[in-house]
């Protein structure tokens, strides 16, 4: 199974930027997915994207953030701009859809202040 290891969180002020990086192991996932889970909340998509670069983004971050990839590095990204307080969560790259064989990194902490 691939392994994936999110980077580049971190804390920044609103309206900042930041650059999320998701590296896999070996061959990455046929479709990569952000998540999300903010303290006490469940764990959300925020965006996904498939091997030919096709994407889709949750109605809270539309506009703000883009998902692309590099398949030449095995690389999914998430460049998030206009951050607002409410993004403040750990973010996960994992596959779309989620299967119970699935297992989740450590993820990348992402604070953002007001």
């Known amino acids: 199974q691939v392994q994936l290891v999110e980077s580049g969180g971190g804390l920044v002020q609103a309206g900042g930027s930041l650059t999320l990086s998701c590296a896999a192991s070996?061959?990455?996932?046929?479709?990569t997915g952000w998540y999300c889970q903010a303290a006490g909340k469940q764990r959300e998509l925020v965006a996904r994207?498939?091997?030919?670069?096709?994407?889709n983004y949750a109605l809270s971050v539309k506009g703000r953030f883009t998902i692309s990839r590099d398949n030449a590095k095995d690389t999914v990204y998430l460049q998030m701009n206009s951050l607002k307080p409410e993004d403040t969560a750990v973010y996960y790259c994992?596959?779309?859809?989620?299967?119970?064989?699935?297992?989740w990194g450590q993820g990348t902490r992402v604070t953002v202040s007001s």
């Open positions: 994207i498939t091997r030919s670069g096709s994407t």
């Open positions: 070996g061959t990455m996932l046929s479709i």
């Open positions: 994992n596959a779309y859809p989620i299967s119970s064989r699935d297992n």
